[in-house]
T-cell receptor
Framework: QKEVEQDPGPLSVPEGAIVSLNCTYS??????FMWYRQYSRKGPELLMY????GNKEDGRFTAQVDKSSKYISLFIRDSQPSDSATYLC?????????FGTGTSLTVIP | NAGVTQTPKFQVLKTGQSMTLQCAQD?????MSWYRQDPGMGLRLIHY???????DQGEVPNGYNVSRSTTEDFPLRLLSAAPSQTSVYFC????????????FGNGTRLTVT
């Protein structure tokens, strides 16, 4: 079983939609959780970072972690064409990082 | 503040050639690492370093060599390039303090023919 499972998509939504991106993980030792956004031909860019169960909000983005279910979510409200990218979830413990394969999102104007 | 800088951006090699991918960070991060990213495979860790003079292997180290003589620089050497090493390579760094996220460079696209 992979450490992190993420639906690769692709996901296509109209502008203004609410987007839900999800990952599951198997290692209960993971202590902090990140979401990265990767535009085409660019490096992953840190989008959200949280180290506890519950929700963390930053503008239109909300990261949700449920440690009991080993489930990580990223919600994007009022999605914009500029949100079109690949989103990678990344649970971690210490300096050990594990990455999902990424979900490709396209927001259609 | 440049963050993590990788050079070159693109490189084409012939099988058997060697080269060095450069990575430098100006954030005084102790931890540095190299990943390769292939379609459907996600990011896979090649080598990492927790400080100057200390390196260790990741998930896919074969065919690659690293050294860390300074805090700022962490070059990745391909000893004898193979077509299987065609990939996008990312360097990333972070503080070694607990719960610190990785910061990535913009990658080197390598093609081996």
């Amino acid at each position: 079983q992979k450490e992190v499972e993420q639906d690769p998509g692709p996901l296509s939504v109209p502008e203004g939609a609410i987007v839900s991106l999800n990952c599951t993980y198997s290692n209960s030792a993971f202590q902090y959780f990140m979401w990265y956004r990767q535009y085409s031909r660019k490096g992953p860019e840190l989008l959200m970072y949280t180290y506890s169960s519950g929700n963390k909000e930053d503008g239109r983005f909300t990261a949700q972690v449920d440690k009991s279910s080993k489930y990580i979510s990223l919600f994007i409200r009022d999605s914009q064409p500029s949100d079109s990218a690949t989103y990678l979830c990344a649970p971690a413990t210490g300096n050990q990082f594990y990455f999902g394969t990424g979900t490709s999102l396209t927001v259609i104007p | 503040n440049a963050g993590v800088t990788q050079t070159p951006k693109f490189q084409v090699l012939k099988t058997g050639q060697s080269m060095t991918l450069q990575c430098a960070q100006d954030m005084n991060h102790e931890y540095m690492s190299w990943y390769r990213q292939d379609p459907g495979m996600g990011l896979r860790l090649i080598h990492y370093s927790v400080g100057a003079g200390i390196t260790d292997q990741g998930e896919v180290p074969n065919g690659y060599n690293v050294s860390r003589s300074t805090t700022e620089d962490f070059p990745l050497r391909l000893l004898s390039a193979a077509p299987s090493q065609t990939s996008v390579y990312f360097c990333a760094s972070t503080r070694t303090a607990w719960n610190s996220p990785l910061h990535f460079g913009n990658g080197t696209r390598l093609t081996v023919t």
